[in-house]
């Protein structure tokens, strides 16, 4: 889908394929023990290699969802993942995560994977809005999205609790229609 360089490396952003299933795997796992701002604790993550794969699959199958993933080298660092809905009134807005193996922050590849989910939902005929929730305290997701043009909607108090203690969750949003 996209492809730059960075220095001497090939970054390339595209839709993920079943054959990326075990180092996909691999990848979550990783960032698990790498951040605190991912939905599951290493020790919840049972996803098996054909599982993994079969997700991949349904996202390419679903025209309202995309699985990206972001190569350095052809080495999976960064990931996107965006579902809508499934029912009529709720099919055209959807929330994403993201995540970029530590190694790679700040080098932009975190940018260059929410662009080209907004370039794809532009051209989408059903997408209209993509959300996320972000914790309060994750200072370079909130800038990342608020230089693409995501608003703040809301606050949503004690929505997630790491190693015992609660905090609040940022809802955002941007309208791509
Ligand atoms: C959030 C995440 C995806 C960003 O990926 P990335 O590749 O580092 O993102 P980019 O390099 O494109 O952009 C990071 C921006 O944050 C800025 N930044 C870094 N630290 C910052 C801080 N403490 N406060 C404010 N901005 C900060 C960088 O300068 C950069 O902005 P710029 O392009 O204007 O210079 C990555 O940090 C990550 O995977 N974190 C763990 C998982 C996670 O938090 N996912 C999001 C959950 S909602």
Not at 107 to 114: D, M, N, Q, R, W
Not at 137 to 156: C, P, R, S, V, W
Request: charged content about 25%; overall charge negative.
């Amino acid at each position: 889908m996209l492809e730059l360089s960075k220095g001497n490396q090939n970054l390339m952003i595209r839709r993920a394929r079943t054959e990326d299933a075990v180092e996909l795997n691999e990848f979550y796992k990783n960032i698990m023990l790498e951040t605190d701002h991912f939905g599951y604790e290493v020790d919840e993550f049972h996803i098996t290699d054909e599982q993994q794969a079969h997700t991949i699959n349904m996202f390419n199958q679903a025209d309202n969802a995309i699985l990206l993933v972001a190569t350095l080298n052809d080495k999976i660092v960064g990931n996107l993942s965006f579902r809508a809905g499934s029912s009529k009134k709720i099919q055209h807005v959807g929330e994403f995560g993201i995540q970029v193996l530590k190694n790679y922050w700040n080098l932009g590849i975190g940018k260059e994977l929410v662009k080209c989910l907004i370039n794809w939902a532009k051209e989408n005929e059903k997408v209209y809005k993509i959300s996320l929730r972000v914790r309060a305290d994750n200072q370079n997701a909130i800038h990342l999205y608020k230089t693409l043009g995501f608003m703040e909607e809301g606050i949503l108090k004690g929505e997630m609790m790491c190693n015992g203690v609660l905090y609040d969750l940022i809802y955002m949003g941007i309208v791509v229609d």
